[in-house]
């Protein structure tokens, strides 16, 4: 049973910084796939493996300079990679990204979509929601332990009163915690085939606004002040306590 | 944190209080960071301001820093610590100290000047004639003084006097009178170096007539604008020397005199000196107490001192009133730019200093110009600043094989510079031996020039690939216009030792060419016998008793030799050097000694290693040649180390074959092994020139 397992990742700036001027992130500095979707191709890869065969094919919406930030996910052993990009998608939400991704992925037709649940930037943690909605496929989102058998896929999900086991029929769209494996180090051989590894980079965009949220203000995170020293003259314990309760903690 | 979780969260400005702008005397002080004084020996043999020293200053002006104060600077020929003292009694140092007034001024930043008298302390072996309070040899010297007469006092005050006057025609904001950690006026403070029976000892007050009458002749001999700072030594760390509450006391009458706008807190003596200029095992934030008591009793401004490198620890301290500025001199050696990056909410991009005091300290202590091992550029500021890096007018790429220092400065400089760098790392980690130094006791900080150059590399957008053995048949492959080869050093055991199966042997091209030799001692092959590198990646070693043979008198033996011991080992640690550690920096060396005096460890100078058997290895005592055999379950050889250097000749020969234009170069342990300020420097001036 070879399977088309289709991996979404997203290139991330090394540095977090608010750009007060725009209200957005400012993604002028270099690039790395985010770390959690390192997780999402492991996976994709071992399923690969486990199911004897298929393609696993690596996309993405960003814009075109960064497709080297794919290379990581080719030299893991991703067969290909597809990178989405249109001037228009600038400033893209939600929106405009799921249906930039759910578009790639029709062309595709995988059977199984992975994605990593959160990305180290926006942190939006639903485009795998968003995605699954346009395709009309069933999601499976926190999993943290998978098993595949014939098409079907049986999840554990990390839920917070505990763990909830479920199964899904492929197609399906899955979005992975950073538990649930650990990548592989791609070796040099690795790193040097994948340098042949063909990265189709295609300029379309959605039909129709790519944004629905504007960003009104930003305010950055209050600046740290000293703080309060208890000096432990014998007594600091009592002054702490005083504190907690004064503060309604205790 | 790791490094990239730490890039993760890269600070915005949250420094408000270190930020903020401070008036002392008036002079209004941009920020509360202080470069504090240091003899950096960048004059010349006459004691004249070089256009490096300029420089030097000017790179920290740039970088942000508020006020700078230089020096130490000598107030008279007797008394001036090296002839590379910068010779302030001297009018021709006027116009020189000017280049530099001007250039820290344009920059933004005030600049002081720290004048001292040497006293009963030199640099120079050996010392000129030594001046004191009473004749005898500050403890750590064996050279005796002069116990000053009238004329001696009179000249010596002079000699402040004329000082400052010069100073003042130099264009500095101020002057800091040194009663510190070294020189003369605090000889004269010193109920212990003080037993004169004349106006100037036999009491505290007489004690301080001499330090004032120079306070005095410094604050009627400068401009009324500028002001008139204090360096003191508030605790002498030593069995015989005065303590915290004898330095508030000093302070006090400092400050009733009324001529006294600041104070700059200090501690130690030269026979203390690592508490002058404390080395990483001193914990950071160590002197926060005397800040403190200091700033609770006086009305002055405080600079604290010591160990103060962490933006955050600062801002605590100002935040909860410890001191009023901050003073940092080996911060801002290792990275000018601290100040600006806090500034300009890039606190991650802050390169720390290791408090190696391998490259300052080291330096300076022999007369030679100041170094820093973190920071190729300290003291040659005119040849490697990072002002200087120029974007490369063809953008190449670099391969870098090898994530160790060298490899990743190379890979930091090249990508700044615009060309399109991969570095591969065959561990799953970056930083070579590093990593390895770092576990060592009291050697953690040693991590931090990884962590800089790992986070600057991944910023830069390198592409770093970790747990990637590179086989030179590939490499042509990825179409290299540039391969630097940084696989660094391997301990010199016999190819047929266990350890190549961890580290494989990666020198043989080199053996059968005749270009390195191996290590000849009989024995070195078995089973018993470890290398520093499988010691410090966590291999169980038999038995109790180990043997450690430090030919190498750095940190790679020292450091091992604690480690085992701090992992329950009985150690035994012999040298043919008269000393173990021989090759560490002073301060570290006292504090290595006086913790393996404190510990079960063994130490056998002048002793050699013959052979090794099992169970046992013969000693040689390399004074009289006489042999021993001693009974050892173990045995740790720590010498000079191999580089890994068969890919780089396995390059070129590929290189040759194919026709292809690819430039090889190698850089670091790889070439020869050796120590980081070396290693970064080579690669730093590699990259400049890719
Ligand atoms: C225990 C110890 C303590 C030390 N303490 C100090 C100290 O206090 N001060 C000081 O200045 N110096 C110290 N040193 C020395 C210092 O660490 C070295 O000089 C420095 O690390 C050399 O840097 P390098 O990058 O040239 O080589 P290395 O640090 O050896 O790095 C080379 C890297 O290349 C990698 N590599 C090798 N072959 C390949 C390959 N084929 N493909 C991919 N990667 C490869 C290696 O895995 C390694 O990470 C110490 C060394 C040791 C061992
Ligand atoms: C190389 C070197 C030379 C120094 N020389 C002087 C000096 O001449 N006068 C002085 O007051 N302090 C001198 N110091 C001490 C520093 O001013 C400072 O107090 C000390 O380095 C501890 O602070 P830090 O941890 O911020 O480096 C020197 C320090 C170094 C590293
Ligand atoms: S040489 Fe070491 S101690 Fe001195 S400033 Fe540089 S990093 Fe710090």
Redesign the interface.
Known sequence: MALTIAVCVKPVP?????DPGTGRLDRS????MN?VDEHAVEAALALRESALGGEVVVVSVAPGELA?TL?PAL?MGADRAVLVSSPQLEGADLLGTSAALAAALSGIGPDLVVFGSWS?DGNGAMLWAAVGERLGLPVASRVVDYVLRDRRLTVTRQIEQGSEVVEVELPAVVALSGEVNVPR????????AA?KKPIDVVETAPDGPVAGTTVLSLE??P?????I?VEDDGHAHERLLEFLIERGVL | MTVDEAADVAGQPGFPHLLSPLGVRGIGIRNRIVFQPHFNCLADVHGMPTPDLTAYLEERAWGGVGLIVDGSMATMYEGQMSRKYVAAWDERSVELNRRTTDAVHGHGAKVFAQLNHGGHTSLEHPPPILWAPTQMPEPSSTHTTKAMDATDLRRAVEGFAISARNLADAGYDGVELKIAHDGLLRSFASPFFNRRQDEYGGSFENRMRFPLECVAAVRESMRDDMALGIRLCLHEYTPFGYELDYGLRMAEHLESSGLVDYFNCDAGSFSSFWMEIPPAAVAQGFFRPLNQALKAQSDLPVIAFGRIKDADLAEHMLATGEADLIGMARQLIADPETPRKLLEGRANEVRACIACNDGCLHAVAQEKPIRCVQNPAAGQELLYSERLLVRAAQPRSVVVVGGGPAGLKVAEIAARRGHRVSLFERENHLGGQVRLGARQPHHEEFAEVVHYLEAAVRRLGVEVWTGSDVEADGLLELEPGVVVVATGSQPNLPPTHRQSASDPDAGALARERGLTAGPETPGLDLALVYSTDEVLTGATLPGEHVLVVDDQGHWEAAGTVEFLAAAGHRVTVITSRATVGSELEGTNHAMFLQRVGQSDITVRPLTGLRAVEEGRALLVDVVSGEETWVSVDAVVPVSWRRSRDDLYYRLHELVAESGATVQVERVGDAAAARMVQTVLLEAHQMATVL
Do not use: E, W
Not at chain 1, 185 to 192: G, H, I, L, N, T
């Open positions: 090394v540095v977090t910084r608010l500095g270099a690039h790395r770390s080297d290379r030299a180290g180090y791609p070796s040099f051989k690795d790193v040097v340098k950055p995170a600046v740290r002040t000293g703080g020293v």
